[in-house]
């Protein structure tokens, strides 16, 4: 008969147990704070999908049609980043309460500025009456003059993104006759419709650093004109899908140049470049970040791409390189 062997279990001597925990602490110095930026990479960049998706649909709503319609970006608060979008549906041009409903102006100027003055008449409906962002023309043709206080009318803008006033002055532009009673049609902005997309997880679209333009544009900051007041932001699309207009801080743009937006983190919105910090990723601007995200719509398509920002950029330019060469029209 065998002799029984005692059962001899050999435990971890504290060496090894040393060894165990030595690799465990190294494991989580490397491996944690990667998981901890792929986390947060993969909340903007769904967030940036749910944002082109919408863009898409937006613009697919309104293919067809004679009204042009888009989407809202809508700051939260006072701030300078965009949480909820909003379709966009421009109302019918308004011409009066009763046909025919005429007003009456002459031209003056205001400053060093031609305007056409409303001096008796109803635009609106009852008094008098135009926001920032309206436009009004007369007499069924000409062009479409902007308000720039209620009674007062001039011409729009005609910077290299205005193409539809290009090259229109108030020298070779008639204004309507003065004293002489006019037909008017009023093109109010767009209003607000249907539920929101609103994004979650802490992520926005970066008003302060989304804008139009080409990167000389962006280098020398001329998108803030739009982007970054605070103000509300309408898209428009046409009927064609071609990206037709923006809307916001009372004025509006034909541009001729693509669109950016910047999908990033609530935390960075608004924040100027600053010198990378390993130990605080809430420093510098959203587009600094390889975890942010650039949307970028073609002017001539409406075509809607993503890509991510390009990291180690010392401007917003060079962040927006991989996008650029997404994009048809980029005025490059």
Not at 66 to 89: I, K, Q, R
Not at 218 to 242: I, M
Request: hydrophobic share 40%.
């Amino acid at each position: 008969m065998s002799p029984v062997v005692p059962d001899r279990r050999r435990g971890m001597t504290l060496v090894e147990l040393m060894v165990v925990v030595a690799i465990i602490g190294i494991l989580g110095v490397v491996v944690l704070p990667l998981l901890a930026s792929s986390s947060e990479s993969r909340k903007t960049r769904e967030a940036a999908r749910s944002v082109v998706s919408y863009v898409a649909r937006s613009q697919n709503r309104v293919l067809g049609r004679a009204e042009w319609g888009g989407f809202w970006m809508v700051p939260f608060g006072t701030t300078n980043y965009a949480l909820d979008l909003f379709s966009a549906d421009m109302p019918e041009v308004f011409q009066g309460d009763n046909l025919p409903t005429t007003v009456t102006g002459s031209s003056t100027l205001s400053g060093s500025t031609a305007v056409f003055a409303i001096t008796s008449g109803s635009i609106g409906g009852a008094t008098v009456s135009g926001t920032l962002g309206d436009l009004v023309r007369f007499d069924g043709s000409g062009p479409w003059y902007a308000f720039v206080s209620p009674t007062m009318l001039t011409l729009r803008g005609t910077g290299s993104y205005d193409v539809e006033n290009a090259n229109q002055t108030t020298l070779n532009t008639p204004w309507p006759t003065a004293n002489v009673a006019h037909t008017y049609e009023l093109m109010r902005q767009p209003i607000r419709s249907g539920s929101p997309l609103t994004l979650a997880d802490g992520r926005c679209v970066d008003m302060a650093w989304s804008g139009y333009g080409s990167p000389a544009d962006f280098a020398s900051n001329v998108f803030s004109t739009l982007f970054g007041s605070g103000s509300s932001v309408a898209v428009l699309f046409d009927g064609t899908g071609r990206l037709r207009q923006l809307i916001g801080n009372g004025k509006r743009v034909t541009p001729n140049a693509a669109v950016f937006l910047l999908v990033g983190r609530a935390d960075r919105a608004g924040n100027a470049w600053a010198t990378p910090n390993p130990n605080d990723d809430a420093i510098g601007a959203n587009w600094q970040y390889g975890d942010s995200y650039w949307i970028g719509i073609d002017p001539l398509t409406g075509v809607t791409k993503v890509a991510e920002c390009a990291t180690g950029a010392l401007n917003v330019v060079g962040s927006q390189s991989y996008i650029r060469s997404e994009l048809l029209a980029t005025g490059r």
